[in-house]
């Protein structure tokens, strides 16, 4: 796959899994069994150009142990999500995910300046290194057909 064509795999795949997220969150949150999920068109480009800008890391620690890499990984999406959280923010006067605003029934959680969340360092974690297989099957599908089936 060319660079934008993987930019709208990661971009979509960003959606559909905050799609999800956020529904599976209603009924633990805040009992609402309705599955309301929710997402936001800026998304988008965010998901696609961190997932882009992921892969050139990817490649560069590929040999480290695994718990160094997600912690790269956690460390670079709290980047992305900071910076463009502050851009958005800049352009629009709010940032979509605002981490400050109260949610459901529970207090306002911990965040820093509402653009990143501390808790969701296991998710950033687990999710960079789901994000491995996904870059190396997208790079090179064949490869990744090859690993399937050993």
């Known amino acids: 796959m060319r660079r ?19 529904g599976v969150k209603g009924p633990v949150r805040d009992k ?13 480009p965010v998901y696609g150009s961190a997932a882009v800008a992921f ?12 718990w160094q890499r997600g912690l790269a990984y956690t460390a670079g ?11 958005i923010k ?16 529970r207090p ?7 653009l990143v969340r501390p808790a969701y360092a296991p998710v950033w974690f687990g999710l960079g290194l789901v994000l491995e297989r996904v870059h190396d099957r997208l790079s090179n599908p064949a490869s990744g ?3 399937q089936g050993e």
Not at 32 to 44: E, I, V
Not at 90 to 105: C, H, N, Q
């Open 145 to 147: 057909l090859r690993r």
């Open 32 to 44: 609402d069994w309705r599955l309301a999920s929710h997402t936001y068109l800026w998304m988008l």
């Open 90 to 105: 800049g352009l629009t006067g709010e940032v979509p995910w605002d981490y400050a605003r109260p949610r459901g029934t």
């Open 77 to 87: 999406f709290y980047a992305v999500e900071a910076a463009s959280g502050t851009a």
């Open 4 to 22: 934008h064509e993987r930019f709208l795999a990661y971009g979509v795949g960003g959606w559909v899994f905050e799609v999800l997220f956020t």
């Open 108 to 114: 306002v959680p911990v965040h820093v300046k509402g």
């Open 55 to 66: 892969e050139p890391v990817h490649d560069a620690i590929r040999d480290r142990p695994w």
